[in-house]
């Protein structure tokens, strides 16, 4: 079984720019997660979406962050415009949802903000 | 609001010995699962063992086990035998409520196996 695929794996960019990061969760995951992880930090959540509706995002910065996840199935998180603060490694994670919380992860995007 | 507290930002230990990471937690609910995750220098956070609130016995599995104590709200995991392979971030992390998906996660503690 395939696991959580995220690209890119690495991303450098000047502050003020946009970033965008792509994740394919495990098939038939319902759930799709988007954690931040600042380094010597544990993940915090962004985002998460039950098929294709947001479930909480209730800790995603909206004025400068975004994401979708159309027909259920693959998702987009988008940065715009990005400030030095934004410099964290951004996972996917889904789950399937009769399982007890169980997440996958992927390895991640990390993003240098300069 | 739910939060876990992990208090060793780092720990060194000799191989083949045991290792007890330690995770408390703060919930009002009384339905919760707990999570531990390593998380090795390619970054993938990958599960480790869980425990639910109402479970009777301490889950195990292989080396891992994880020691529950549910009126001091801790549950600290234990290696066994450790082994080098074992050196990384490791991740306390909690679900509560009955259904709810979103886990919170500690801060975690770096765990450094030396030969």
Redesign the interface.
Known sequence: EAGVAQSPRYKIIEKRQSVAFWCNPISGHA?L?WYQQIL??????LI?FQNNGV??DSQLPKDRFSAERLKGVDSTLKIQPAKLEDSA?Y?C?S?F?KA?????????S?LTVL | AQKITQTQPGMFVQEKEAVTLDCTYDTSDPSYGLFWYKQPSSGEMIFLIYQGSYDQQNATEGRYSLNFQKARKSANLVISASQLGDSAMYFCAMRDGQGAQKLVFGQGTRLTINP
């Not at chain 1, 007890?100 to 991640?108: I, M, R, T």
């Open positions: 759930t997660y010597g930090q544990g993940p915090k959540l998460q479930v909480d490694v996972l994670a789950s949802r007890p919380g169980e997440l996958f992860f992927g390895e991640g990390r």
